[in-house]
């Protein structure tokens, strides 16, 4: 049996990926159980709890949680010691899958986490300490093995998801039919994040934004990706914008919306890989608690938020945090993409190499750590007390 832990949307994604790779190499059926989202328990996962419950981010959202989360991670403690999973494999959430890991030291079940802390940011001396409790790493950037590897951590690189999700590939011509969107109408993709704090942060300087821009673009439509447990909130708030707005589900409609839309406004995040991968010209933003960030910047070490501005080490795309994430900026940005093709041409060619750098035209990052995660499995043969997992290249 697979133990997995995912903490937000993103993670869910990495995580049924991962499972339906599994699924696809493995001799028999797999027992999956942990914690996740709509995508993994679609994938046959037994869930503990809501993944939106681990969805927090920064330390002044955290504090109002902090007793439900310590409930939850002695339950999950206590689910993972009963069980004696073949192996955890934990996603991202690194403050919640940590804290489970550590508990769990010597426990003689392997932990391998995917998606690797970015200590080539902030906090290099965490490899150390991660390395003392996990015992494999997956990688999404080519960059980053060695930081964990001089450790004694084993770190593999499998490439960043993102890559199979098929972000490049919306039609924009059934995203127009769809919606009964005429051809010659402009849409603006408006994504403001999947956490509830994100979104309570961005949603009115992203309304003031589009009161800027509404003058000047005659016309123009919102098209606005979002997610089950936001989209009623999400709604709610764009009921109020001063252009019509089209509120979309699942990644089909997402990508699609992509294809068809010139200029995208975007929370920092995933997606904003997702855009450069659709070549889809963006302006990125984002807000925190100003505590949080305060205690953030004494140890960032890197000048953008935005991976692929940190891939490129230049800001190919525009992105504005905190105290200068206004509507005056965001529009400004946002106007002058609408405006000027050439700034759309430059962002569009400037990502090419980043899609590259994430694992673009290579082998699925999902089966590369499939395989990672089989070969841990064949280590434990004959040592494992629970239903073993095989692989149909041989035998566990």
Not at 39 to 67: D, K, N, Q, V, Y
Not at 122 to 140: C, V
Not at 203 to 221: H, I, M, W, Y
Not at 360 to 378: N, T
Request: hydrophobic share 45%; with cysteine; glycine share 8%.
């Amino acid at each position: 049996m697979v133990f997995l832990i995912a903490g937000e949307p993103s993670g869910d994604l990495l995580g049924a990926r991962l499972m339906a790779a599994m699924k696809r190499k493995a001799d028999g059926p797999i027992r999956f159980a942990g914690i996740g989202g709509d995508r993994m328990i679609a994938e046959g996962l037994e869930t503990l709890f809501p993944l939106h419950e681990l969805s927090l981010m920064g330390i002044a959202e955290l504090l109002p949680r902090l007793p439900n989360l310590i409930r939850r991670l002695k339950q999950t403690t206590a689910e993972i010691r009963n069980r004696r999973p073949d192996v955890v494999v934990t996603i991202d959430a690194p403050d919640f899958c940590f804290r489970v890991a550590k508990r769990l030291k010597g426990s003689g079940i392997p932990f391998v986490h995917y998606v690797a802390p970015t200590v080539w940011a902030w906090r290099p001396k965490r490899a150390r300490k991660i390395a003392a409790f996990l015992d494999h790493l997956l990688a999404l950037l080519p960059f980053e093995p060695p930081y964990f590897e001089r450790e004694g951590l084993p770190c593999t690189f499998v490439g960043h998801s993102i890559v199979e999700g098929g972000a490049a590939s919306g039609d924009a011509g059934r995203f127009r039919a769809k919606h009964g969107i005429s051809p010659d109408t402009r849409l603006l993709t408006v994504l403001p994040g999947s956490r509830r704090s994100e979104i309570s942060r961005l949603l009115p300087d992203f309304k003031a934004t589009l009161e800027r821009l509404a003058p000047s673009q005659p016309g123009l439509v919102a098209v606005v990706p979002t997610v089950p447990h936001v989209r009623d909130t999400v709604a709610a708030e764009a009921a109020g914008w001063p252009v019509p707005v089209i509120l979309v589900e699942g990644d089909q409609d997402k990508y699609d919306a992509f294809a068809a839309s010139e200029v995208a406004l975007a929370a920092s995040g995933t997606v904003a890989l997702e855009l450069a991968l659709a070549r889809l010209p963006s302006v990125i933003a984002y807000r925190m608690h100003p505590v949080t960030v305060g205690l953030y910047r004494r140890f960032i070490h890197v000048r953008y938020a935005n991976l692929v501005n940190i891939m490129l080490d230049r800001m190919l795309v525009p992105e504005f945090l905190q105290e200068n994430c206004t509507p005056a900026n965001l529009a400004g940005a946002v106007g002058r993409l609408l405006d000027d093709p050439a700034a759309r041409t430059e962002q569009r060619d400037g990502v090419a190499e980043v899609a590259r750098w994430l694992g673009q035209g290579g082998p699925p990052p999902s089966e590369r750590a499939a395989d990672v995660v089989f070969g841990i499995l064949e280590g434990r043969n004959g040592t494992s007390n629970v239903d073993t997992v095989s692989k149909k290249t041989g035998g566990i």
